[in-house]
């Protein structure tokens, strides 16, 4: 009776499921490839890294809404990282790195069957390249961080599989990682200058990757070279042009970004990654029934970065915040400093809070070369690239002077912080040059969250618990345990 039972059992194993649609034949096609592509594309996303940089940081302060002391407090530990906040970057990343694995698996031998199809075959090589190399390196900027080409990076994957496997070094990781930029890069087309040419990846984007790795890398040579590639073929916005990047209105400065719509499909549950219409408004503040009945503000500017700016003079500050009347004049008066950055339409509005998330803009490129020259002693270049984004953003500016470098450095990381608010760097920023979470007393939600010294292991997120019950063999960050 044994014999029998097992014999069926292998039977029923053996019987070839008549639903299912494998990679040879759901990929069979280069059409089929581009939409294998194109699914990768819409696993994309820099929610995460938004919300991450502004509430671990000291870009914004608590609200009329507060469920996230854990992250915000800096509290965080694999066990509650992915489940209560839910920031982990593993499952919407190595999920994106899988689709365009299978896609370089099947790209060689899929079949031709329209004009065209042989030269798009190259291009989609190049963007599943650059999406591989893009998503490894979030991984990178979540997980790890070090610039030391022996500390730990990530596990790189470089074709599909659900073994477990190790972290390797960073060296050899960016090695990975910068031959696929590469090879991508060869592939790709060199336009970016309308708005269906940044939706998908292209030499500039690459360009614009490339500089951000060199930086976290401290490659300033590699810095420098990228960056100038981007700023040579993207020119900086004029004054009436760079309201208009963050109503979708335009593109200038914009290499490469991620569509947003009413009907697109995003991640907002980040560790589950259930798909629902993302709204990247909706990080700070939830949207409103009417022009009058606002939504509740989970968020607001931190009085700190709401100083910063020159109120007057200064265009990214009417672009990036606003102090809203309908909110003070409550009563009782509600908290009013709001990012209008990611506003989109109006109140109670079908757009209200949709916007695309911009990934490259030449604003970035020009504080990264600056840095890497300030880095390498040319501190009259440095200063130059840091006073021509002055000057393209501040009416009336004066021209500034640094009396060393440290001076000069000090400068370039206050003009990122102000820069590239609630885009996705600023603790990440931080980090990188060893510096203090510092929040003034009245951004913190507690005196013991006030400051986290420069260096604390905190400034690395902990592999969550449910990936190391699944990947036994992945090591756990310096700090936590398993």
């Not at 069979?28 to 819409?42: F, I, L, P, R």
Request: aromatic share 10%; with cysteine; hydrophobic share 40%.
């Amino acid at each position: 009776m044994l014999v029998l039972a097992l014999a069926s059992c292998k039977k029923v194993i053996d019987v070839k499921e008549t639903d299912f649609v494998g990679g040879d034949i759901a990929l069979k096609t280069v059409e089929n490839n581009e939409q294998g592509v194109v699914g990768a594309y819409s696993l994309l996303g820099n929610e995460q890294a938004i919300l991450l940089n502004a509430t671990f940081a000291d870009e914004v302060k608590r609200g009329e809404f507060y469920n996230a002391g854990t992250t915000h407090e800096w509290q965080y530990t694999s066990t509650d990282i992915g489940l209560r906040d839910n920031f982990t970057a593993l499952n919407i990343f190595y999920r994106a790195i899988d689709r365009v694995n299978r896609v370089l698996q099947a790209l060689p031998k899929s079949d031709s069957t329209r004009t065209g199809d042989n030269k798009l075959r190259d291009q989609l090589k190049g963007e599943a390249l650059f999406i591989r190399a893009f998503s490894h390196f979030e991984l990178y900027r979540f997980y790890s961080g070090a610039s030391d080409p022996n500390a730990l990076a990530m596990v790189y994957m470089e074709e599909p599989s659900i073994k477990s496997t190790t972290r390797i070094a960073v060296g050899p990781y960016f090695d990975k990682l910068k031959a696929d930029l590469t090879a991508a890069k060869a592939l790709l087309p060199s336009a970016a200058s309308t708005e269906a040419q940044t939706l998908r990846a292209n030499k500039l984007a690459v360009a614009g990757l490339q500089a951000r790795i060199a930086l976290y890398l401290k490659q300033w040579d590699d810095a420098i070279t990228y960056s100038t590639e981007y700023i040579n073929a993207l020119p900086l916005a004029s004054k009436t042009e760079f309201p208009d990047i963050w109503t979708d209105a335009k593109v200038t400065e914009v290499a490469f970004k991620l569509k947003r719509s009413a009907t697109s499909l995003g991640y907002l549950r980040f560790d589950a990654g259930t798909t629902a219409t993302t709204r990247l408004g909706s990080l700070f503040r939830a949207t409103s029934t009417s022009a009058t009945s606002i939504g509740s503000v989970t968020w607001v500017v931190s009085d700190k970065l709401w100083s910063s700016f020159d109120q007057t003079n200064d265009i990214r500050f009417a672009s990036y915040l606003k102090d809203e009347s309908v909110l003070s004049s409550a009563s009782p008066a509600r908290p009013s400093h709001i990012v209008k950055k990611y506003a989109g339409g109006a109140y109670g509005t079908a757009t209200e809070n949709l916007v695309d998330a911009k990934i490259f803009r030449t604003g970035e490129m020009y504080l990264i070369r600056a840095e890497a020259k300030a880095e390498k002693n040319d501190l009259a270049g440095a200063a130059a690239d840091l006073n021509a984004i002055r000057a393209a953003r501040i009416t009336g500016y004066v021209t500034g002077v640094f009396a060393s470098k440290d001076a000069l450095i000090t400068a370039i990381m206050d003009e990122r912080f102000k820069e590239l608010a609630f885009e996705g760097h600023r603790f990440w920023d931080l980090r990188r040059r060893s510096l203090p979470v510092v929040r003034l007393a009245s951004d913190a939600p507690a005196a013991s969250a006030t400051t986290l010294p420069g260096g604390n292991f905190r400034f690395v997120l902990p592999i969550p618990n449910a990936e190391v019950q699944a990947n036994p063999t992945i090591q756990q960050n310096t700090g936590y345990t398993n």
